[in-house]
């Protein structure tokens, strides 16, 4: 039986998406591959609000938060750290032989300006890393209000991670002046795993070609020359292409607003959910994602239990990140997901909390 994904990446994917994956294969150097590419990256662009370059690379998201890493840190990186994939970043960021800070606050806090502009403002560092949405903790960090501080410092690239919020809300890349954007198509965007998408602007271009040791399958400057003929520098997984392709056109007939509304409603409905049933959140406003929702398991419900009836019953349900497990459980509400199959989901969950206690 397929358990229905409520879990926090991959995400369900919708049957057409799951069809397109289908269609013959093509190779990449034909002009097929070129059509489709240059297709695919303007819609992108759309999504994403920008002028910039966008890129298709083979690979999870952190193939790509290695590359902008190797890229791009020329000096001293600081990563700006809440949660496990920022922890995890930072330490990727030293693997690669850079020099690195972390800047850290605790897990279900945010990223706040003050932080920002306090740490940029130490003239250290000639690039930084954030996280906008930290699904292991449902954390949204203030965006336009932090990339209006980095855009005093000039010299400093940003690099943002928009794994699990880009097409959920308004991102647009080029008004907060974001230099490399990243997201992995597996949790917002709800496609297979497997792909990730950045942009990287002039600024970041010029400073990749300054920097040694970029190495080869993820070199910015081998992604620019190839995507100025609608290609890729190696073989890309053509069939999540299509997939994207596809869903795309999805995106722009439901319409990116209504999209956005979507979220929004989803994460309103779990919201109100929570304060009924006496749960308390991980996550203080205005903080809470609008793609998942942290819960404390303040009621001290067996989430293993409830985990494994919810599988059962053909749901999949997360019960905690890491060193969040059993003291938090996350609902994710992104990607394609509807209102009703939501409520599906909750009133589930209620019906075993009840018979559960
Ligand atoms: C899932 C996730 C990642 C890691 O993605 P992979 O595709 O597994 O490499 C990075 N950042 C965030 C915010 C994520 O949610």
Not at 144 to 154: D, L
Not at 162 to 179: F, K
């Amino acid at each position: 039986m397929h358990k229905k994904l409520f879990i926090p990446g991959p995400v369900e994917i919708a049957p057409e998406i799951l069809q397109a994956m289908a269609t013959p294969m093509i190779g990449h150097r034909m002009p097929e591959y070129a059509l489709l590419h240059g297709r695919v990256t303007s819609g992108l662009k759309q999504v994403m609000a920008t002028r910039n370059r966008v890129f298709l690379a083979t690979s999870s998201a952190f193939g790509v938060m290695e590359g902008a890493i190797r890229n791009l840190v020329k000096g001293r990186c600081v990563n700006f750290c809440n949660g496990a994939f920022s922890d995890k970043w930072h330490d990727v960021t030293l693997r690669c032989g850079k020099e690195a800070d972390a800047v850290k606050v605790p897990w279900g806090a945010p990223i706040t300006p003050e932080l920002v502009e306090r740490t940029l403002a130490t003239g250290r560092y000639d690039s930084f890393t954030l996280i906008h949405n930290e699904t292991s903790t449902g954390v949204m960090s203030p965006l336009p209000e932090i990339m209006a501080v980095a855009g005093r410092f000039p010299g400093i690239i940003s690099i943002v991670d928009t794994v699990s919020s880009m097409s959920a809300l308004p991102i647009p890349l080029d008004e907060l002046g974001i230099d490399v954007c990243i997201f992995g198509v597996q949790k917002a965007f709800a496609l297979p795993p497997g792909l990730a998408v950045f942009s990287a602007s002039e600024r970041a271009l010029e400073r990749a070609k300054t920097v040694e040791g970029r190495g080869y399958y993820f070199d910015f400057l081998e992604f620019s020359a190839n995507d100025a003929k609608d290609n890729t520098p190696s073989t890309p997984c053509i069939s999540l292409i299509y997939a994207l392709d596809t869903q795309l056109q999805r995106f722009f007939s439901e319409g990116l607003e209504q999209r956005w509304a979507r979220h929004r409603e989803l994460a309103a409905y779990v919201a109100e959910w929570v304060r009924d049933r006496g749960f308390d959140f991980f996550v203080a406003e205005p903080y809470r994602s609008v793609t998942l929702t942290c819960v404390a398991n303040n009621r001290g419900v067996n989430l293993k239990k409830l985990k494994g009836e919810l599988g059962e019953l053909g749901y999949a349900f997360d019960d905690g990140y890491g060193k969040l497990k059993g003291e938090t459980f996350r609902i994710a509400h992104m990607g394609d997901l509807l209102l009703d199959e939501l409520k599906e989901f909750i009133s589930v969950i209620d019906r075993l909390l009840t018979t559960g206690e």
